[in-house]
């Protein structure tokens, strides 16, 4: 993929984020439960998603690594992917569930 199909993928992901939010949150500010340092905060920690993945992404068309890395690496990015979700949907943890 060259960078107008990376740029254009994007786009589309927040196109598509965007018009979950909207459902999530018909009013708005109104009905948005974060503080506005709280929302920054999670912006930020998207953003470092997508550009961690695009940069495992760049980095993998140069470098020529073996099979156990390259899922290794991928592994870690899922890790790291489901830990981010479970803290924004679940900020005060898990305990509360498991009991």
Known sequence: MNLANWIFVIFFIIFIILIVI??????GKKD???SPRSTVYLIISGLFLVL????????SQYINWSGFITT???FAVVIFALLTLLGLFFPEGLKQYLN
């Not at 909207?22 to 009013?27: K, L």
């Open 22 to 27: 909207g459902i999530w949150f018909p009013r």
């Open 32 to 34: 948005w439960p974060l």
């Open 52 to 59: 961690l993945i695009i940069l495992i992404n760049i980095v």
């Open 72 to 74: 290794s690496i991928y």
